[in-house]
């Protein structure tokens, strides 16, 4: 099945033409950081705005590298939320419009499951169900307990702040620039991570949840205090994501106990960290379980994603263009289009699921 993919959820406009949830025949992707930058985060308003000035040339953009017209496709895969509702709205609008003009199949595709199936693209072989995703994002920080396609629950997630804003947010205490995961990344290259003892979550008994907000105000009043105030910039960017880092990997590891994995998936735009790759490759070799990690491009977001998770998750996902909505509050558990997840696999697992949402 050939694809092509709309993702506009936040702030970058992507478009894709896939095959079978697997070969990148074109992946076109314009981020808007220039425009955030000097705001220091996203601006919802610039973001729709920009979206829609880009998104048309980017469909064409995407079908001509492809060497493809609409015609030769065989449906259009759109996010439908979570996300930022102005910029949802454009790409959701957008496919509907080409998806009826066309006489094309629409597959509505809950962005959160794009970065899942990331770890399908460019592989020969993709995870074996069941499968383990660490998801860690801007917007996200969970655990997904993945039994099959349309069968996903989360098993843990943060409490408070997703790891890619506490990277952010301490990439500003820092005065980096945004986004800050990778200056962080960049500049902790030369530091040391075990010059200052940053907390660490703990989580209690054999929960899941963690939390990132704890370690990014430690790092504040770090800062702010005498001893912080001279302290190399290398070393705090380090020790705090040593500190991110072994919450994650820890979470990943009490939560790879609760079934018999066949496969651990690292994804989302914290995945690109080189350290908490390094370490989750580390892991899963010591564990015996084969993992699965995007390359870089594939982390952040992209359309290529949304493609693969359509036609991973098939002809369930087609829906009708002229009713599709997008929705910013989409539960990961909900499949736009055809609902909530049903399977009860998730409850012959041990352990509790009170951090997983409860689908409507
Ligand atoms: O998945 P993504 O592109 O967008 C969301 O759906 O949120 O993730 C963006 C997040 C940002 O917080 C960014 O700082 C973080 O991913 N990020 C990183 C790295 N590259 C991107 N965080 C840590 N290290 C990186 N190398
Ligand atoms: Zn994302």
Redo the contacts with the bound molecule.
């Keep these: 099945m050939l694809l092509l993919g709309i993702e506009t959820?936040?702030d970058?406009t992507a478009t894709a033409v896939v095959r079978d949830g697997r070969d990148v025949i074109a992946d076109v992707s314009t981020n808007q950081n220039e425009f955030h930058a000097k705001f220091g985060g996203i601006v919802p308003e610039i973001a729709s705005r920009r979206h829609l000035a880009l998104l048309s040339a980017a469909v064409d953009d995407a079908l001509g590298r492809a060497a493809l017209g609409l015609e030769d496709i065989d449906g259009i895969a759109v996010t439908a939320g979570p996300?930022l509702i102005g910029s949802l709205v454009i790409g959701v609008a957008s496919a509907k419009a080409l998806a009826f003009a066309a006489r094309k199949p629409l597959y509505a595709v809950n962005?959160?499951h794009g970065?899942i199936f990331s770890a399908f693209l460019e592989r020969d072989v993709g995870p074996a169900y069941p499968f383990l995703a660490l998801l860690?994002?801007?917007?996200?920080s969970q655990l997904v307990h993945v039994a099959g396609p349309l069968d996903m629950h989360v098993v843990g997630r943060t409490r408070d702040d997703?790891?890619?804003?506490a990277?952010?947010k301490t990439?500003r205490l820092l005065g980096l620039p945004?986004?800050?995961?990778?200056?962080?990344?960049?500049l902790a290259r030369d530091g040391d991570a075990q010059a200052f003892a940053f907390p660490r979550h703990r989580a209690e008994g054999d929960a899941l949840d963690m939390s990132f907000s704890g370690v990014k105000t430690a790092v504040r009043y770090f800062l702010e205090g005498a001893a912080g105030r001279n302290a190399p910039r290398a070393d705090v960017a380090a020790s705090f994501?040593a500190a991110v880092v072994e919450v994650l990997l820890d979470r990943l590891e009490r939560a790879a106990r609760r079934a018999p994995y066949r496969a651990v998936v690292l994804?989302?735009?914290?995945?690109?960290?080189?350290?908490?790759q390094a370490a989750f490759l580390r892991w899963s070799e010591g564990a015996g379980i084969p993992a699965f990690v995007p390359r870089?491009r594939f982390?952040?977001?992209?359309a290529a994603m949304i493609a693969a998770a359509a036609d991973h998750q098939g002809a369930a996902r087609t829906v009708d263009p002229l009713t599709l909505e997008a929705n910013p509050n989409l539960p990961f558990e909900v499949h736009p289009g055809i609902g909530p997840s049903t399977s009860s696999t998730v409850k012959t697992m041990s352990g509790n699921r009170s951090n997983a949402s409860a689908s409507p």
């Design positions: 959820s936040c970058d996300g962005h959160l970065h860690v994002s801007g917007g996200h997703a790891a890619g804003e990277f952010d990439a945004f986004p800050g995961g990778p200056e962080i990344d960049r994501q994804s989302g735009g914290v995945a690109a960290n080189s350290v908490l870089p982390c952040t977001d992209n």
